[in-house]
């Protein structure tokens, strides 16, 4: 069975400093003045490094109190009052609806001679997982669209046994990044009464046998389950058929609070893999442990263990993808920032035995995923954000270079080292996923599910452009537009950017980009540093102290689709979420002039306090914290959009969204941005917040209420850059 790829924590990012320049004269509003209410400031404050920082809006922090909730409420209230007035929205739901009719297929994984994939109905809210028999017809085992009336419980995770009896699988409630893990019997669909609480971050790994699976769990929260800091994660034996309190404790760092767990059962079934993390640093340390000297014939004992450190400083990246009788394969950045595959040996004596390179790194290109498939290598790099798929020998000679339906990515892979055939999704921006089967042996593939779409690639243009940020770097970005539109200076752009924790932005299929090219604007992705696209150093040179070459890096992307003649600076849109809601907080409240609406989405937007909340500690690695040194903290204080509001600018229509359930970025982030910013805020252009009820940061959120959201934003940045909406009274 394959191993689990360790997985990243969740990731966030940065803010901005005080706006200097005049602001721009946004498109008028279709809608009369929005009177939002009046928030309440406090005479609370900060005292950090003999520093006092008013924190006016801390009371919005409690996010139970009634009077916050009262707050929310009027809050949403006037954001619904603009919102609702906005030209085109009836066209926009039937054309989001109509997009999102299709069948949306998973990468399949085999076991136990059975293909188990998730799979949504055109129409249906969330993806059912089924189970497809050799020869046989598909089969739903579980169906998350039965469990609640409005859709928001989600399947958040699944894992098949060995043998395809059984399949472990995560639930989450209102998109919330706590799961509950439970096990069905696959022959005849029986949940089991298996009920596993307070994981996060963490799948499941089986052992050979099929009695039971490996996962990674936090202790139970003290206070609240949603704002209390997370630490202590553990790892875990689950038995079938037995409580939670039977389970045993495998392994558990006390002295290391922040250290996570990420456990797999190799190739092999032999041993247990170990990625250990701290935070969202990618450096890892990498233990190994002997399957045979665990025992795990007692309920509810705590074994005491001692791992073989393959490597135990956090110092690089080491990523298994699996094992070949006693040597491993992994992914490492150590000595190659874009990262190569190297093998280690397995059950010598030597502490950290030396790694030997198998495919080194690649000039131009990064290392994005690697998995064994067919007694081969599968490898996917990044080409300026663009996929490349090659296959090697596991001695790591090139075999194959696999051509690609066209520009854009590859997810979802699914193989394993004695199986014929891997399983990719490929997707573009205007090309919906399709599911490709790919050969070894041969570096080809067929389409095993294309998905049906009303749509013509053909009659859209995706070009990259390349263009000089503050310092001088060269910095790429996608542009997408429909194959007519030509640059004249007052098209309306909507322009994305993230920039942060490695992750890399690749051509994705968004329904919201397809809609505003069809509208005859123009989607721009900006490839920030912070991100994943060039490596280990691009991504350092977007972290910390020099987290403010993002937000150059975004602002010049606004400057040059201005002076290509695409845009000018009242047509011009911005949106972001999480880490990006962060990038559109900082580059608004620091160039309001440049942007004609902007819309920071689920944003970090407290630099000072954002690690006192759940996980958020854990993204110190790329922001630093106010605790670290004086300057980190006058850092911080210099960009933090909550506090860099300037009274009296007249910033541009800004729409700040999130969700009462989101306990990855608190709402309190959103809701303290929202106050400062309508505070300082001068002129009528609206700058109201939208919440979400019943939603977390993202994952797991029903179609319909997708829509819901993607109606609100494109609306809101269609009225406000001057997009006409084909179909609307506007138009």
Not at 41 to 46: I, Y
Not at 267 to 282: A, C, F, I, Q
Not at 320 to 347: E, H, Q, Y
Not at 690 to 712: F, L, Q, Y
Request: hydrophobic residues 40%; glycine residues 10%; contains cysteine.
């Amino acid at each position: 069975m394959p191993l689990l790829r360790a997985a990243l924590l969740p990731s966030l990012v940065f803010a901005a400093a005080c706006a200097t320049k005049a602001p721009v004269e946004s498109t008028p509003s279709p809608t009369p003045e929005v009177a939002v209410p009046t928030t309440r400031m406090s005479e609370s404050t900060l005292t950090l490094w003999e520093t006092e920082v008013p924190d006016p809006y801390d009371w919005l922090e409690d996010l139970d109190a009634p009077e916050v909730t009262a707050w929310v409420t009027a809050q949403n209230t006037a954001a619904r009052t603009h919102l609702d007035t906005l030209p085109g929205r009836d066209a926009l739901s039937a054309r989001f609806a109509a997009l999102w009719e299709r069948d949306d297929h998973g990468s399949p994984v085999m076991e136990g001679g059975m293909a188990f994939a998730s799979f949504r109905a055109a129409g249906a809210d969330q993806a059912v997982l089924r189970v497809t028999p050799t020869d046989g017809e598909p089969r739903v085992l579980l169906d998350p669209n039965t469990w609640t009336e409005d859709g928001t419980k989600a399947l958040t995770g699944w894992a098949p046994s060995p043998d395809g009896a059984y399949v472990a699988y995560g639930t989450a409630d209102a998109g919330s990044d706590w799961n509950v893990w439970h096990v069905v019997r696959v022959e005849d669909g029986t949940v089991l009464e298996d009920t596993l609480e307070w994981v996060k971050f963490s799948g499941a790994s089986w052992l050979p046998d099929g009695s039971g699976f490996l996962y990674s769990r936090f202790p139970a929260p003290e206070t609240g389950a949603y704002e209390e800091k997370l630490s202590d994660q553990q790892v875990w034996f689950h038995r079938v058929g037995t409580p939670q309190s039977s389970d045993i404790r495998v392994l558990a760092t006390p002295d290391h609070p922040q250290w996570g767990f990420w456990a797999g059962v190799d190739d092999e079934g032999t041993r247990v893999l170990l990625h250990v993390s701290e935070g969202t640093d990618e450096r890892n340390r990498l233990w190994v442990l002997d399957l045979a000297d665990l025992d795990l014939s007692t309920a509810g004992a705590t074994l005491e263990v001692s791992p073989t450190r393959l490597r135990d400083r956090f110092d690089a990246e080491w990523l298994p993808i699996g094992t070949v009788g006693d040597t491993l394969l992994a992914v490492t950045d150590k000595d190659a920032p874009t990262r190569k595959v190297v093998s280690i040996p397995l059950g010598g004596t030597e502490a950290e035995p030396a790694a030997v390179d198998v495919v080194p790194a690649r000039e131009g290109a990064t290392l994005e995923r690697a998995l064994l498939a067919d007694g081969h290598l599968v490898l996917s790099w990044l080409v300026d954000a663009r996929a490349e798929v090659t296959i090697h020998t596991l001695d790591g000679a090139l075999r194959h270079t696999v051509a690609l339906p066209g520009l854009g990515s590859v997810s979802g892979w699914t193989g394993e080292l004695d199986e014929p055939v891997a399983y990719f999704r490929f997707e573009g921006f205007t090309t919906p996923d399709t599911i490709l089967g790919l050969d070894p042996s041969e570096g080809t593939t067929t389409t095993v599910v294309a998905a049906t779409l009303d749509v013509d690639p053909d009659a859209f243009v995706t070009e990259q452009v390349f263009y000089e940020s503050k310092d001088g770097t060269q910095v790429p970005m996608f542009l997408v537009h429909r194959a007519d539109v030509t640059p004249d200076g007052e098209r309306p752009v909507y322009l994305y950017g993230y920039g942060g924790f490695d992750i890399p932005i690749t051509p994705s299929f968004k329904t919201e980009y397809l809609v505003w090219a069809e509208q005859g604007g123009v989607v721009a992705v900006a490839n920030l540093r912070g991100g994943g696209e060039y490596g280990r150093d691009w991504h350092a040179a977007g972290t910390k102290q020099s987290k403010q070459n993002v937000f150059d890096d975004f602002i010049a992307a606004g400057e040059h689709l201005v002076a290509s003649g695409w845009t000018s600076p009242a047509h011009l849109g911005i949106h972001g979420r999480s880490n990006g809601g962060l990038l559109v907080g900082a580059t608004v409240t620091q160039r309001p002039d440049l942007f004609a609406a902007a819309v920071p989405g689920v944003g970090v937007l407290d630099m000072l306090k954002y690690h006192t909340w759940t996980i958020g500690w854990a993204w110190a690695s790329d922001y630093g914290t106010v605790d670290d040194s004086e300057a980190m903290f006058r850092y911080l204080l210099g960009y933090s959009p909550v506090h860099n509001a300037r009274a009296g600018t007249a910033y541009p229509p800004t729409l700040i969204m999130t969700a009462d359930h989101d306990d990855r970025v608190v709402p309190g982030h959103s809701y303290k941005f929202a106050a400062a910013l309508q505070a300082a805020h001068t002129g009528s252009n609206p700058v109201v917040l939208r919440v979400e009820t019943r939603a977390g940061h993202g994952a797991g959120m029903p179609v319909s209420m997708k829509i819901e959201e993607s109606v609100d934003r494109v609306a809101f940045l269609a009225a406000h850059t001057g997009l006409a909406i084909a179909g609307s009274s506007a138009e």
